[in-house]
């Protein structure tokens, strides 16, 4: 029902009735024509400044070869054969499980191309009880699926799941859907009411509403007609092919313009010209299509504002003399309390925000190299940082520790998960009453008989200030949710005003936010998007306490303005730190005053 069925292919006759005298569809198999295309896609503008990649999705049956098209189409751009996405030809369910989004590198440049494609798992019939649910496939369209999620046949993918972009922005969208069919399978699918073709129409309606634009690749040509499978060449001049896409149009609706013939490597170990252009000649109106339809949304948003302005809107340096100035500033630091010997700085802020990377980019910045201090794990969305450590940051040059430590505590989490870094044990943090290797539990707090409560805390265990951590590519999709993570960092930020300990906010991230900033970050303050970012209104901070920095995160150097920006965070948060501390100075000296006045009149 509804999928394959057994229909014989009737038998080719003479070679004059296999082929039209000319090509039907003008193509040329030059090799320069093939290096002309590639140079095409490399060198392609995309019209919307908000749209990093062209987002194709590839959806068919299983075994239609949607992930061998996404590493056919990958090896063509690395020169040589490589693997992208796996694909398994061993069985008749789908080998794809997960949504995964590939991106391509240019094997010359290095750079990842302007395209990325979302592999998924296959269509199946409704009575084989397997395959990506039509509905799941609406909300990839929409953009509100996450990378990683793993499809289920059985059930759908709600708002409120964790691999679910609540907010979703035309980034996320699909700008081009690219349907897969097998040439040799197309006459054994028929249109039954819960089958695999039923089902890509209910897709393409879908997307239709959406006005996502629509193209049909069809895959296997080298099956389905043995004198293409002899010359690929003759793709254009082949009867059975140009049948197969007649067919292909009639079973979608899809216009004959928008419907290509294509082979994907399954065999070969060497790259092929003619493979090579008849991809190129589909990936290049696949991404026009795209490129248009993104182009179209600017149009419908009226006169696009560009995201940067023409000036900073906050003063910043990016010579390589300020750096060195600021890190004689941090070096040269006087605390002013005599009994504090390092300024205490609280880093607070959700899983996976950058509080461990932000203690190494620092670390390395004063290293001079880069150095590893507090370890990260970038592979779960759960805390790695389990106990409360104090980090001290030595300097490169002297071999001294610097007037500052950073603690580094667990990540935020909703209480939904059951997990994260409790409440009560930041308030104890800040209050000095934790200490060092105490391991944190998300279902209680430290109790005052626990061996690691420090009863007694000094200013000097005292936190001087807190810094709170935002990654600026996530903050619109946290929201006010009375257990969620926002609701817990503005309790926190009220105990801390208890204390009259100074806040600040680093928003990091920031060159996943902003594409502009992301090619160049001395556009950090002419970033519209950057100052757009809701750090300030969400949790109340205002505006000249937020810093936007970039952690060192995949950079095996060290770089000039990366390190300007965490220092020019730095050394405000240390002169806010310091001016707490003095203030302290200032208050045991009035209460001496105060003591000593109530003496001198009892006597």
């Known amino acids: 029902m509804g999928g394959f069925q057994s229909k014989p292919e009737p038998n080719p006759g003479p070679v004059c009735d296999l082929l039209f005298p000319d090509n039907w569809r003008v193509i040329n198999f030059d090799v320069s024509r093939k290096m002309q295309m590639i140079e095409e896609v490399r060198n392609l503008k995309i019209r919307h400044p908000k749209v990093e990649h ?7 049956p299983i075994g239609a070869g949607k992930s061998t098209l996404i590493s056919s189409i990958e090896s063509i751009f690395h020169g040589r054969m490589s693997q992208g996405a796996l694909a398994d030809t061993a069985t008749n369910a789908s080998f794809t499980q997960k949504f995964q989004t590939q991106k391509i590198r240019d094997g010359e440049s290095g750079k990842f191309l302007p395209f990325v494609i979302c592999d998924i798992m ?6 084989t009880g397997g395959g990506v649910h039509v509905n799941d496939i609406t909300m990839v369209l929409q953009g509100y699926v996450k990378d990683g999620y793993r499809f289920n046949p059985a059930g759908l993918l709600s708002k409120e799941n964790a691999n679910n972009h609540r907010c979703s922005t035309l980034n996320d969208k699909v700008h081009c859907l690219v349907s897969v069919l097998p040439a040799d399978k197309i006459v054994m699918m028929d249109d039954d009411p819960e089958g695999v073709i039923s089902k890509m129409r209910k897709i393409r309606k879908e997307a239709a509403e959406l ?19 002899k010359d690929l060449k003759m793709i254009y001049r082949s009867k059975k092919i140009k049948e ?3 067919e292909c149009s009639n079973k979608l609706g899809v216009p004959m313009t928008c419907v290509f013939p294509v082979k994907n490597y399954h065999e070969e170990i060497e790259l092929h010209n003619d493979v090579d252009i008849l991809l190129l000649s589909a990936l290049i109106p696949i991404l026009n299509f795209a490129n248009d339809h993104v182009g179209e949304q600017v149009n ?4 696009h504002q560009p995201d940067v302005s023409f000036d900073n809107w906050r003063a910043i340096n990016f010579d390589v003399l300020r750096k060195t100035q600021m890190i004689e500033e941090v070096r040269n630091l006087k605390i002013r309390h005599p009994k504090v010997e390092h300024l205490r700085l609280l880093v607070l802020g959700p899983v996976r925000a950058g509080k461990s990377t932000l203690i190494n980019s620092i670390d390395s910045i004063f290293h001079g190299r880069m150095s590893q201090r507090a370890l990260v794990d970038t592979a779960t969305n759960v805390s790695f940082t389990q106990k409360f450590q104090t980090q001290k940051i030595r300097d490169g040059e002297s071999g001294k520790f610097l007037p500052f430590v950073i603690c580094d505590i667990m990540g935020l989490e909703d209480t939904a998960t059951g997990g994260g870094v409790h409440v009560n044990d930041i308030t104890m943090v800040l209050q000095g009453h934790v200490k060092d290797g105490y391991r944190f539990k998300p279902a209680e707090s430290l109790r005052k008989e626990d061996p690691s409560y420090h009863r007694r805390p000094t200013l000097k265990e005292k936190v001087h200030c807190l810094v709170t951590v935002f990654p600026a590519d996530k ?3 946290m929201d006010h949710d009375e257990d969620g993570v926002l609701s817990k960092m503005r309790e926190i930020r009220k105990e801390a005003a208890a204390m009259k300990i100074p806040q ?7 060159d996943k936010a902003c594409p502009e900033v992301n090619k160049d970050l001395k556009m950090i303050y002419r970033s519209k998007k950057i100052k757009e970012k809701e750090c300030s209104n969400k949790l109340g901070v205002p505006m000249t306490c937020v810093f936007p920095v970039k952690n060192y995160h995949e950079e095996i150097e060290l770089h000039n303005d990366v390190d300007i920006l965490l220092l020019s965070a730095l050394i405000p948060i240390l002169n806010f730190a310091n001016d707490h501390v003095g203030e302290q100075v200032n208050d045991e000296r009035s209460s001496i005053r105060q003591l000593r006045a109530r003496l001198s009149t009892h006597f």
Do not use: H, S
């Open 211 to 229: 006005r996502i634009p629509q193209v049909v690749l069809m895959t296997m040509v080298d099956k389905a007609c043995t004198e293409v499978n």
């Open 504 to 510: 600040v906010v680093l928003m990091t991230m920031v």
């Open 54 to 60: 062209l987002r194709l999705l590839v959806v068919g």
């Open 244 to 246: 197969k896409m007649q």
């Open 300 to 303: 419908d948003e009226g006169c």
């Open 122 to 127: 296959g269509l199946e019939d409704a009575a």
């Open 475 to 477: 903050i619109f999709t």
